[in-house]
């Protein structure tokens, strides 16, 4: 059973920078992993994910070129770094997994999740 568990949340003034981690249990080879966001009264929506090798990554319009996702397999961590922070950034943020790099924008396809960290960035 694969377990997330998400850290690194905090309070931040916009332009600021925060490192949002994900320790994983019981991953498998070739599991994919993502990073999505719920503000108040939205949608989940995807951020980034990564695929197995961390050779491929994807991001969304929204955070591009201002975050940057990464993986450590001999820690089993996933990385969310967070740069140029905004308050339209302000958020619950979930780790999820999946089984292969596809479909990644959807958060129906992830079949694990962590917990949440709140992300809230003071204009």
């Known amino acids: 059973q694969v377990q997330l568990v998400e850290s690194g949340g905090g309070l931040v003034q916009a332009g600021g920078s925060l490192r949002l981690s994900c320790a994983a249990s019981g991953t498998f080879s070739g599991i994919a992993m993502g990073w999505f966001r719920q503000a108040p009264g939205k949608e989940r929506e995807f951020v980034a994910a990564?695929?197995?090798?961390?050779?491929?990554?994807s991001y969304s319009d929204s955070v591009k070129g201002r975050f940057t996702i990464s993986r450590d397999h001999a820690k089993n961590l996933v990385f969310l770094q967070m740069n140029s922070l905004k308050p339209e950034d302000t958020a619950v943020y979930y780790c999820a997994a999946k089984r292969f790099y596809i479909r990644i924008y959807s958060l129906r396809e992830y079949e694990y999740w962590g917990q949440g960290t709140q992300v809230t960035v003071s204009s």
């Open positions: 990564i695929n197995w090798s961390g050779g491929s990554t």
